[in-house]
């Protein structure tokens, strides 16, 4: 089992930064694949990043790209989301997600190959 713990959302102004963190514990956290996930209000679901094991596969949402930054530090067993040019519409609740590295086949966009996940940050974006 894998306990993930997110922090840093908040209320922010279009074109403030924001960073958020996902504590993880309970097993390796070197031995998972993490993502960043968010869902706004009515809508389902989706992926905003994603990062390897070791940090040097990144993936990030096309809606996101440029401005959001996906990094992990496995001495510290966290997992990070650093927001710039934040924008209304990325206002959502925030999670972190991870999955073992035993499934490596797994796509790392999508939201079931993850079998763990964190209890979500809020993130607003005031115009």
């Known amino acids: 089992q894998v306990q993930l713990v997110e922090s840093g959302g908040g209320l922010v102004q279009a074109g403030d930064s924001l960073r958020l963190s996902c504590a993880a514990s309970?097993?390796?956290?070197?031995?998972?694949?993490m993502g960043w996930f968010r869902q706004a209000p009515g809508k389902e679901r989706e992926v905003v990043a994603s990062?390897?094991?070791?940090?040097?596969?990144?993936y990030y949402a096309d809606s996101v790209k440029g401005r959001f930054t996906i990094s992990r530090d496995n001495a510290k067993n966290t997992v990070y989301l650093q927001m710039n040019s934040l924008k209304p519409e990325d206002t959502a609740v925030y999670y972190c997600?991870?999955?073992?590295?035993?499934?490596?086949?797994?796509?790392?966009?999508?939201?079931?190959?993850?079998?763990?996940w964190g209890q979500g940050t809020q993130v607003t974006v005031s115009s």
């Open positions: 309970g097993r390796t956290f070197s031995n998972y694949r």
């Open positions: 990062i390897s094991w070791s940090g040097r596969s990144t």
């Open positions: 997600a991870a999955y073992s590295t035993d499934y490596r086949a797994r796509d790392p966009l999508r939201e079931d190959s993850y079998d763990y």
